[in-house]
């Protein structure tokens, strides 16, 4: 068999041991701000852990992207959160999730999980009359990955999926209460509500911060689904199972929450405040495609 020079590492390597230390941190990655929605709910409901978290900010937005390309992104931001030494990864990006989760479970020995599985869970657990939406960018809408999830648990749940691409643009523009906001959650929300659904999946690591304008327009009956939240709890779930839960108070002084970024630092910084209780003293730019 030929190989190419250039011809981007397609698997994971294997090491050879486990770095099961309760004290290790947890590696967090998204296609750029998004992610720090699951970094807020681990920081509330697991206040001990250490997190090192990485946005892709200079290939962003993963979204539109093929699943070979998103797979090859993702694959790279393990290696670099593997150099960190992170005891488990928590894919904070549903179209990572959607795409590239299951292909690279099975390349490394540490727990990993994404935020599609806990809120396909939750939502199927809750919904009365069997219509759930889902919205989510193209990529996610594409894959069905929710629709599979929920069938998996429950076949005669109806799954209706809304792609909404202009809802990322306009939370990081800021515009998360804006007439602008709630004119265009209008025209998107419109056909689920016509559909009578009871539950819908935020499903996209943006759309928590725009949570009130979606429930405003679904009205009271609508259960929102926010799979950051439910993610968090897995992840602290997974981490007692496993004995690996941090039971040491950190201190903040002490590198407690790192932050890496492939580009444009201080936008980043700038938006991380703005969501984040705890001030980010900096974020790192490196470079990805060295992993
Ligand atoms: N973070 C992505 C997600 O949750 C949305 C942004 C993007 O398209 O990369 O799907």
Do not use: W
């Not at 935020?115 to 990529?139: F, L, M, S, W």
């Not at 990955?145 to 998996?152: F, G, L, M, N």
């Not at 009956?221 to 799979?227: A, D, E, G, I």
């Amino acid at each position: 068999m030929a190989f190419f020079m250039n011809e981007p590492m397609n698997i994971i390597e294997q090491t050879d041991t486990i770095d099961v230390c309760s004290d290790a941190p947890i590696g967090v990655f998204d296609s750029g701000v998004g992610g720090l929605t699951v970094v807020r709910e681990i920081m509330r409901q697991i206040p001990n852990e250490k997190i090192i978290y990485f946005g892709d900010t200079a290939r962003v937005p993963y979204g539109s992207k093929s699943k070979e390309v998103v797979t090859r992104y993702s694959r790279q931001i393990v290696r670099f959160l593997r150099t960190q030494r992170v005891k488990a990864i928590v894919i904070a990006c549903n179209t990572a999730s959607a795409m590239a989760l299951e292909e690279i479970e099975k390349e490394i020995n540490i727990p990993i999980i994404g935020v599609v599985r806990p809120g396909a869970k939750v939502a199927a657990e809750v919904t009365v009359n069997g219509k759930i939406g889902v919205i989510a960018t193209d990529a996610t809408i594409g894959s069905n990955v929710y629709t599979d999830y929920i069938h998996q648990i429950n076949q005669n749940v109806q799954v209706i999926g809304k792609a909404c691409p202009l809802f990322c643009p306009l939370v990081e523009e800021g515009l998360l209460k804006d007439p602008v906001t709630d004119e265009i959650a209008m025209r998107y929300l419109t056909e689920l509500i016509d559909i009578d659904i009871d539950t819908l999946i935020l499903g996209c690591t943006h759309y928590p911060l725009i949570r009130s304008t979606i429930g405003k327009i679904m009205g009271d009956k609508v259960t929102l689904v926010n799979p950051a939240y439910e993610t968090a709890r897995e992840l602290k779930e997974l981490l007692t199972k496993e004995n690996m839960l941090n039971e040491v108070k950190t201190g903040l002084g002490t590198n407690k929450y790192q932050f890496f970024v492939s580009d444009g630092a201080q936008k980043f910084q700038t938006f991380a405040n703005s969501i984040l209780k705890y001030g980010i003293l900096s974020a790192k730019v490196i470079n990805i495609e060295e992993y």
